[in-house]
């Protein structure tokens, strides 16, 4: 019984990856698919192809095995817990997760097992989800620069073309959802961590709103920015999960079916960074004019806005906060260890260390005027369609790429003013790089962006293309 | 409104050990100079709020979440 | 402990009745608004040249609201308890057209072009505003006293060779001297109540959030809270209860409903559990053998009136607190002050300059810490405090003292253990709980609950109708 709603198509099979968490959902429902096939598949797949991406630091088969059968149980016993109860995830290693280690990267935290979840793994867990294991991360959640090639992990490698960064910080969150070692990926974003990756390796990736989501059991990297968010093949997934993450008090609207229509929206569409910041690639801008045009034709109308503060002022202010609140949450490490750290964190941490206390009141001044001026211009609007970064997926160890990739962006005018916002795959460059851009939406109205993005999915042939490895 | 002139590397050292990074080698140190200087030009560049009742973003609250 | 103090008149003058009192008079129509404000108007002309309380007096203004007041209520529109009560502001409050100097050389020219929330919803409510009060440059208070600044000292009216206790130096004088029927001051480290202990009066730091700072010139926006400075709690309640509420121009404005403070707040403490902060820390100064006889005494009253007391002790000694708050407040009052520091350091006194260098070193990493120290405290006292229905602190160690007297001065303010509430962001009141044998007042602190200023009056009430200080006022 297929038949569920008229818009409801089923999700393409593509030879070795794993199903979408709702796809699977359906089959686990109907008595078609069992939990323990599906964590076998992962398995499987993580086995096949990981040697080569590394998109996992950590991989417990055998308690994630031992949850499918209980899952599998339940489930046959009538007590299913709902749509991910099954369904197979990971978290970027900067959560815990009882009985596992949690290195967030870093030589510093070898050997460290923690003792309980993380609230957010908890709530997966709750909700039925099946954890396989910890992904790769730059380390401590350090997000911008280049790659050096100097963390105790394997550098993980884009699925698309493993000569390519996979974005960061939640390096391995992004590769292993498009890889298929994974259904659902936990990561988190300070000033783009979870929607680089997503763009660098076309998946969905959504930071929701400042302050939904509870980051107990996770590294601190930035207090006032960090954001924990979900990566996922399709928007319907990251709906999914993001109402199980949220928990039952929060007022997070159920998942989008694919809509079909988006009539009577209004979208506010910002196209310049404004001066102090290389525009986007070429093949960006085609993606995005045509996406635009894919809304129109859904219904929604369109009106060109501005970025009240330039993109680049916003990326100083968030820098300068980052750095300074890092260097403050691993100032003893810093002082007792720096040889143990990869060159990016001490970099940072250095940087953090050396900044003045005005100045980093200045950054938070700035950050609330940005804040106050951004959220006037959205409140205005159902949603905002802008880019994410502004390059596709760089090559690795080429340092002007790797730079320019996670500083030329528009990610961070809505870390610094906590907009919740959603990173999606809208196409793909002559050599088969996915394309990308960002959907920001009023605060605590995920809905909407939920909505457009799924939308825009549905009326878009784009989830049909994987990586081939 | 900051001299941005070049930091000394004797500056650095003292300044390290000033606030208690005292395992640092030499070339740590010697990158720490050059991210002196950049610091130095992006606090400077940071744009400083018209009013005094421009606040920082995170305020504090009670209770506290 | 009681030496025999100054005794004022026994009838009451105009300018020494409580608020409750006036405005009893003004809404039968038995007093008028202007004859009242006439009063404090000829009580500024005659005590100013000893007290110092004012940097601005808006005779004309205040006049002017007073006839529209008296008209207005003869035509039946009374607005309620506060209409026609005149009061004066700490001089960091704006006032549209009026000049705000914050004590400061860098500001003497300065008219400001916004009024303060908190004033505004004082003068819809009909109050009459009088002018300005003597402060430190810009709310700084070290400690120390310099007389460097473009005003005069203000002075003590139990005795003027005292200090007034800073920086609202004028607001505590003011109402102590019946200059003004109630002062609004601001408080980041004990602003508000280190005044009114020093005079005798009662001050309120509420909750941080519950009252706007919107239109006040900041000192530390983490720290700072507004607040009344009175002759009794019950007018004190009056006040906060028309300043408070949640105001979209402040970012730290708590979005809550405010209480009806007054109700309830006759209802006595019988079975209240009232902690008892005694040991503040091998580092917190020694305490006057006055003040801690009256504090002693302050606690039989409250136990002979039904609370049950019990020792608490908090997790960190006073010197944990203070630390914090002078981290957080070098930090962003240097943000605040840093293009006066850069471009005019040579006019600001020693205090504030001193201040400001502390900022322009500071590192941010040391600022967050101090912000994520401050978070911890704030949530382990109040698992201490929230045992309790209110809890009862010391306020300063010692009266208010000489001027000539740096270290003592130094003790008063910078030893008292108001900055503890500053830091946590509880509701703290100073209350005179007597006199020292040379007839100064001394207080302690009522503590309460986060957004809990309702049990904190009724205690305080209570206290007060249970004693005889209000009874005594300052003679000049």
Known sequence: MSQTTAAAAPSPVVPDHPPTAAAAAREIAAGRLSPVDLVEACLRRIEAVDGTIHSFVYVDAERALAAARHAEAEIAAGRSRGPLHGIPFAAKDNYDAAGLPTCGGSRLMAGTVADRDAILVAAMKNAGAILLGKLSTWEYGTGNGGEYFDLPIPTTRNPWDTQRFAGGSSTGAGAAVAAGTTVIALGSDTTGSVRLPASACGVVGLRPTHGLLDKAGMIANCYSMDVPGPLAWTVEDAALVLRALAGPSATVAPAPTRPASLSGLRIGVILDPGPGMAGPDAALVTAFTEGLTVLEELGAELFEISLPVPAAECFLAASVIGSSESAAIHEAELRERPQDMGFALRDKLMRGAMTRASDYLAAQRVRRMVADALDRTIRTYDAVVTFGAFHVAPRLGVEPEMTAFTADTMLTPFSLSGHPSLVQCNGFTGSGLPLHWQIVGRRFAEANILKIAAAYEAATTWRLRRPTL | MTDTTPWTIDEIAAYAARYGLTRLEPAHLERMREIADKVALASAAIPRMPRKSDEPAPVFRVPLT | ?476
Not at chain 3, 248 to 272: E, H, K, T
Request: glycine share 10%.
């Open chain 3, 1 to 476: 402990m009681k030496a025999m103090p100054k005794l004022a008149p026994a009838a009451p003058e105009l300018v020494h009745l409580t608020i409750t009192e006036a405005s009893r008079l003004i809404a039968a129509r038995r007093l008028s608004p202007v004859e009242l404000v006439e009063a404090f108007l000829a009580r500024i002309a005659a005590t100013e040249d000893r007290l110092h309380a004012y940097i601005t007096v808006l005779g004309d203004e205040a006049l002017a609201a007073a006839r529209q007041a008296e008209a207005d209520i003869a035509a039946g529109r009374y607005k309620g308890p506060l209409h026609g009560i005149p009061f004066a502001v700490k001089d960091n409050y704006h006032v549209v057209g009026v000049r705000t100097t914050g004590a400061s050389r860098l500001m003497l020219d300065y008219v400001a072009d916004e009024t303060a929330t908190a004033i505004e919803r004082l003068t819809a409510a009909g109050a009459i505003l009088l002018g300005k009060l003597n402060t430190w440059e810009y709310g700084t208070g070290t400690g120390e006293i310099h007389d460097d600044l473009p005003f005069p000292l203000a002075r003590n009216p139990w005795n003027t060779d005292r200090f007034t206790g800073g920086s609202s130096t004028g607001a505590g004088v003011a109402v102590a001297a019946g200059s003004a029927m109630f002062a609004l001051g601001s408080d980041t480290g004990g602003s508000v109540r280190l005044p009114a202990a020093a005079a005798g009066v009662q001050g309120m730091k509420a909750t941080y959030g519950v009252v706007s700072r919107a239109g006040i010139l900041p000192n530390c926006w983490s720290l700072d809270v507004a607040g009344p400075l009175t002759w009794t709690c019950e007018d004190n309640a009056l006040v906060l209860r028309t300043i408070a509420g949640h105001d979209p121009r402040d970012p730290g404005s708590a979005d809550r409903l405010v209480p009806d403070y007054l109700q309830g707040i006759g209802a006595g403490i019988a079975g209240m559990v009232i902690g008892v902060i005694r040991d503040l820390g091998p580092d917190a100064p020694s305490m006057q053998p006055d003040t801690r006889a009256n504090l002693e005494a302050m606690e039989a009253v409250l136990e002979d009136l039904g609370a049950r007391l019990v020792e608490i002790s908090l997790p960190a000694p006073l010197s944990g607190y203070r630390q914090i708050v002078g981290a957080i407040n070098w930090g962003e009052s240097y943000s605040i002050h840093e293009r006066d520091f850069l471009e005019r350091a040579d006019l600001m006194g020693k205090a504030l300059r001193d201040k400001m260098t502390a900022g322009f070193t500071m590192r941010a990493v040391d600022y967050i810490a101090a912000q994520r120290r401050r978070r911890e405290l704030a949530q382990s006292t109040d698992a201490v405090l929230s045992a309790c229905d209110a809890v009862l602190a010391p306020c300063t160690f010692l009266t208010a003292p000489t001027f000539d007297d740096q270290e003592t001065l130094t003790k008063f303010t910078f030893g008292a253990a108001t900055s503890i509430f500053n830091a946590t962001g509880h509701p703290a009141l100073s209350i005179c709980n007597g006199f020292d044998a040379d007839g100064m007042p001394t207080s302690a602190q009522i503590v309460g609950r986060w957004f809990d200023e309702a049990t904190v009056y009724r205690v305080a009430r209570a206290y007060e109708a249970a004693t005889p200080w209000r009874a005594e006022r300052p003679v000049l």
